[in-house]
């Protein structure tokens, strides 16, 4: 019977031990964990996800800044303000919630960004810690997403040692890393795209698939070797009609969710499987670059 990985449990578990490190860090050091978020303009989901982050870091004792800058700043201003940010030695966290305005290059923000306060690990330099590995692995912030990926998996598979795994998808945010992250834990990893010939193919010799592919339910149960654990990471609001005729919209993920649960051993659904994993990384990385600027050792390994 296909297990659910109840992803909004674990990240709760997650959340009570960034707590339990934060608290430990106030007591024995006076340092507060801070975390500055920075939105620039006026993007819906954007304002939902930064009040999300702000009302969690709260309730782990986290203190938060927001900056909320008007759609049209011009690129200085942010460079500016990040400068500003980088030197606060209050401030143990910097993120800029992306996407940002068209008129904004947002490789620059990112790497304006110091190494050490990037915790959502998207800076060149952490980005290539990562794909070293080993020792400079400890010293890197490894993206929310993936690294919420990562726990869960290593949460529910004893050994991911010489495990066949399938990352569908190559973006620097969530597929790259994710297939370092793997290869890193030792399993033999194949990445996909959208310009691979026969996906199914490759998918159907997978102990572990995670898609990340921003496409809705693309991945089929027909696709996967019975017994896979499947760790969907897509977040898609696709327009249904309701029971009484009339429009409305839900979200899915990448994954068929029906046809996947009939065959896989482990499965994460959307909502409620990686999406909340990924702001309790988020609060971790902040605490971990606290107990840094502090000096002391990272609270929790991968
Ligand atoms: P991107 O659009 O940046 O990347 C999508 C990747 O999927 C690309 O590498 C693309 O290939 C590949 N792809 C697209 N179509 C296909 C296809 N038909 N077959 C195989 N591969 C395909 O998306 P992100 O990585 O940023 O996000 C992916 C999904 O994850 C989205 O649904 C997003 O909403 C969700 N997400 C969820 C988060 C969470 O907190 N749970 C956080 C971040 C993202 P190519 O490179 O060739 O174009």
Same mark, same amino acid.
Request: charged share 25%; glycine share 8%.
């Given at each position: 019977?296909?297990?659910?990985?109840?992803?909004?449990?674990?990240?709760?578990?997650?959340?009570?031990?960034?707590?339990?490190?934060?608290?430990?860090?106030?007591?024995?050091?006076?340092?507060?964990?801070?975390?500055?978020?920075?939105?620039?303009?006026?993007?819906?989901?954007?304002?939902?996800?930064?009040?999300?982050?702000?009302?969690?870091?709260?309730?782990?004792?986290?203190? %938060?800044?927001?900056?909320? =800058?008007?759609?049209?700043? $011009? +690129?200085?201003?942010? /460079? *500016?303000?990040?400068?500003?940010?980088?030197?606060?030695?209050?401030?143990?966290?910097?993120?800029?919630?992306?996407?940002?305005?068209?008129?904004?290059?947002?490789?620059?923000?990112?790497?304006?960004?110091?190494?050490?306060?990037?915790?959502?690990?998207?800076?060149?330099?952490?980005?290539?810690?990562?794909?070293?590995?080993?020792?400079?692995?400890?010293?890197?912030?490894?993206?929310? %997403?993936?690294?919420?990926? =990562?726990?869960?998996?290593? $949460? +529910?598979?004893?050994? /991911? *040692?010489?495990?066949?795994?399938?990352?569908?998808?190559?973006?620097?945010?969530?597929?790259?890393?994710?297939?370092?992250?793997?290869?890193?834990?030792?399993?033999?990893?194949?990445?996909?795209?959208?310009?691979?010939?026969?996906?199914?193919?490759?998918?159907?010799?997978?102990?572990?698939?995670?898609?990340?592919?921003?496409?809705?339910?693309?991945?089929?149960?027909?696709?996967?070797?019975?017994?896979?654990?499947?760790?969907?990471?897509?977040?898609?609001?696709?327009?249904?009609? *309701?029971?009484?005729?009339?429009?409305?919209?839900?979200?899915?993920?990448?994954?068929?969710?029906?046809?996947?649960?009939?065959?896989?051993?482990?499965?994460?659904?959307?909502?409620?499987?990686?999406?909340?994993?990924?702001?309790?990384?988020?609060?971790?990385?902040?605490?971990?670059?606290?107990?840094?600027?502090?000096?002391?050792?990272?609270?929790?390994?991968?």
């Amino acid at each position: 019977m296909t297990n659910i990985i109840d992803g909004k449990a674990f990240a709760a578990k997650i959340r009570t031990e960034v707590k339990h490190d934060s608290d430990n860090l106030i007591s024995q050091k006076s340092v507060e964990p801070c975390l500055a978020v920075v939105l620039v303009g006026e993007n819906p989901a954007s304002k939902v996800y930064v009040g999300a982050k702000t009302k969690m870091a709260a309730e782990c004792n986290i203190k %938060t800044k927001d900056y909320k =800058l008007d759609d049209s700043t $011009d +690129q200085e201003t942010l /460079l *500016k303000l990040i400068d500003d940010l980088n030197n606060d030695a209050s401030v143990h966290g910097i993120l800029v919630q992306l996407p940002l305005p068209k008129q904004i290059d947002e490789r620059k923000v990112i790497d304006t960004i110091t190494v050490e306060k990037d915790v959502d690990g998207f800076h060149a330099i952490n980005a290539g810690r990562l794909s070293i590995g080993g020792e400079m692995l400890k010293k890197a912030f490894i993206p929310c %997403t993936p690294l919420g990926s =990562l726990l869960l998996l290593k $949460d +529910q598979v004893e050994d /991911l *040692k010489g495990k066949n795994a399938v990352v569908v998808g190559r973006s620097n945010i969530v597929g790259k890393p994710m297939s370092q992250l793997l290869i890193e834990e030792s399993c033999t990893v194949t990445v996909v795209h959208s310009k691979t010939k026969d996906i199914e193919s490759v998918c159907a010799n997978a102990d572990i698939v995670v898609v990340a592919a921003g496409r809705p339910e693309m991945v089929d149960g027909k696709w996967l070797k019975k017994g896979a654990v499947v760790i969907d990471v897509g977040i898609n609001r696709i327009p249904v009609t *309701k029971e009484d005729g009339s429009e409305g919209s839900k979200i899915v993920g990448d994954v068929d969710f029906a046809s996947a649960s009939e065959v896989a051993s482990k499965i994460t659904p959307v909502p409620g499987g990686v999406g909340p994993m990924t702001i309790a990384c988020l609060l971790r990385n902040t605490v971990t670059s606290a107990y840094r600027h502090a000096g002391l050792e990272d609270p929790r390994s991968i």
